[in-house]
């Protein structure tokens, strides 16, 4: 009976991709409903995987558990307030990269409807901003 080879817990074979994860804010206002929309549309584009940031807040395990499998982790927040970045970092997570997209322009206000040039133009920004 020929041997089993177990690769060691926690080492990646090198033809699988860097997992990325991506947490976003959805929170009440224009600001916080494009964040989550640009985390689905990068991962849409294959630049990422958008991830439950709520679940870090609530401590579910399954989800803690996916982000330590990450290789890196963005968030993505609509404002100053930074709530995905604070979640993740109260849960113990370094964040990698961080944008806020009232800082490339975007005005915060209540509207919850997007439109699709602005969408356009704050994922190009969210893009070079990134470097992806």
């Known amino acids: ?4 080879i177990k690769m060691a817990e926690g080492v990646k074979c090198a033809c699988e991709a860097a997992i990325v994860g991506l947490y976003a804010c959805a929170g009440g206002s224009n600001v916080g409903q494009m964040a989550n929309k640009i985390a689905v549309e990068l991962t849409k584009k294959g630049k990422g995987k958008i991830m439950c940031t709520v679940g870090i807040g609530g401590d579910v395990s399954g989800i803690i558990k996916s ?12 404002c100053a307030l ?14 990698d990269k961080h944008i806020i997209l009232s800082e490339l322009g975007m005005k915060k206000n209540k509207e919850l409807d997007l439109n699709e040039n602005e969408i356009n133009e704050i994922m190009a920004k969210v893009e070079s901003a990134l470097g992806i």
């Open 1 to 4: 009976m020929a041997e089993e």
């Open 67 to 78: 982000t330590e499998g990450t290789d890196e982790i963005i968030t993505i927040d609509g």
């Open 82 to 95: 930074v709530c995905a970045k604070k979640t993740l970092e109260s849960a113990g997570f370094t964040v």
